[in-house]
């Protein structure tokens, strides 16, 4: 059987990057997903249920957002017990994050045994899990081993004696943004061990068949995204403006834009900035501004502000776009640029609000964070295809 598909469920699903690294990879077809978040799901169902049909919800699931510990109630879930090949997802990972505040105590860290717990009833043949980089860091002040540790020991209880994690950067996977995040892979049949060096082995031949290098720089991904002079106004967004596209300047843009037929982009609206802003932004790019000497030029507290460089990959492209200035245009990155950093290809149309702010933020999931949380699905698709392997 050739075209036989293996089966996956996708757990903590997000907007789909990794869903849709797997239906591109053409190896996997999707049971369910479950994403707790509705705009987040929105974006997942428009995406690959609506207009892929990747995913075969059952009939006592319904195809909307759903709370993990929910589904881990449902008997039916039992019925999938050793039926699956792969569970892929990591629980959301604010609480672990080096970028944000790291806290031990965030209720969001016990969705780790919820998905054990998962993991338990399905006894899937193979198992892909990713977090933050600080998931395999130990807390501050105690003697406590790293959540990954934790993770693995769990695992290996439940059956998955052949286990193993690593950090890997995307940026070394035709990515164009640096981004560390731990991997764990588990398997039943003792090829876990093989899982990273057969990635990093076949990663270059699988971007070369699609015309693209390993290493790819910002400018490379959205210089055919620029503001320039000729806004229009944006098609979903009441006084916002656009732009259609430019000329197609790299072999990643290309890529990017295979699927559309259409001159405007989705989700590229601009930010209103304030004259104070604009200001400032022209400043930081004129002089060629440090995150350091931005600080100590405007005052301000805040350490993250950044300006872009168009010749490396970007810096990893946390929920909130205020953080970086566009390396030549005085402003923040638009949610398509993003969805460009994060691999996510043109014709993928994101759902819900663009921002939000203040309590809503523990709320809402708006486009920016949806890709900011997302795995590449670029980096999925290889994914898909070594894994696809490892179960032959």
Not at 93 to 100: I, K, M, R, V
Not at 234 to 239: A, F, K, T
Not at 331 to 338: D, P, S
Not at 374 to 386: C, D, T
Request: aromatic share 10%; charged share 30%.
């Amino acid at each position: 059987m050739k075209n036989k598909k293996f089966t996956y469920i996708d757990i903590f699903a997000g907007c789909g990057g990794l869903s849709l690294g797997l239906y591109n990879s053409k190896k996997w077809r999707g049971i369910f997903a479950v994403e707790k978040n509705k705009d987040a799901f929105m974006t997942l169902k428009h995406n690959l249920i609506d207009s892929k049909n990747h995913f075969n919800f059952p009939e006592w699931l319904d195809e909307k957002e759903h709370d993990i510990n929910e589904i881990l109630k449902n008997k039916n879930l039992r019925k999938y017990a050793g039926k699956i090949d792969l569970v892929v997802g990591g629980p959301p990972c604010q609480g672990f994050s080096l970028a944000g505040r790291r806290n031990e105590k965030d209720a969001r860290n016990s969705l780790v045994y919820s998905y054990l717990k998962f993991i338990k009833v399905i006894q899937p043949k193979i198992l892909f899990f990713e977090n933050v980089k600080g998931f395999g860091v130990s807390f501050k002040g105690t003697n406590k081993k790293p959540m990954s540790e934790t993770v693995i020991e769990e695992l290996q209880k439940i059956g998955y004696k052949d286990a193993r994690f690593e950090i890997l950067d995307f940026s070394q996977f035709g990515i164009p943004q640096s981004r560390k995040r731990i991997v764990i892979i588990a398997t039943k049949n003792g090829k876990a061990q093989d899982f990273f060096s057969i990635l990093k082995k076949q990663s270059q031949k699988i971007l070369k068949k699609k015309g693209l290098n390993s290493y790819i720089t910002l400018g490379e991904a959205i210089s055919d995204l620029y503001k320039g002079n000729s806004c229009i106004k944006s098609p979903d967004s009441v006084g916002f403006t656009t732009v259609e596209y430019k000329p197609i300047k790299s072999k990643y843009q290309k890529l990017m834009r295979q699927n559309i037929d259409h001159n405007i982009p989705d989700s590229h609206r601009f930010a209103n900035h304030t004259t104070k802003t604009l200001k400032k932004f022209s400043q930081i790019i004129n002089e060629k501004l440090s995150s350091k000497k931005i600080q100590q030029k405007f005052c301000t507290k805040k350490t993250s502000t950044r300006l872009l460089d168009q010749n490396k990959p970007s810096p990893t492209i946390t929920t909130l776009p205020d953080d970086y200035v566009h390396y030549k245009e005085s402003r923040i990155l638009t949610v398509r640029e993003y969805a460009r950093i994060q691999s996510f290809p043109d014709d993928f149309e994101f759902k819900g609000k663009y921002t939000t702010g203040g309590k809503l933020r523990k709320k809402e999931v708006p486009r920016y964070t949806q890709i900011g949380n997302a795995i590449p699905p670029l980096f999925g698709e290889q994914v898909g295809v070594i894994l696809a392997q490892l179960l032959k």
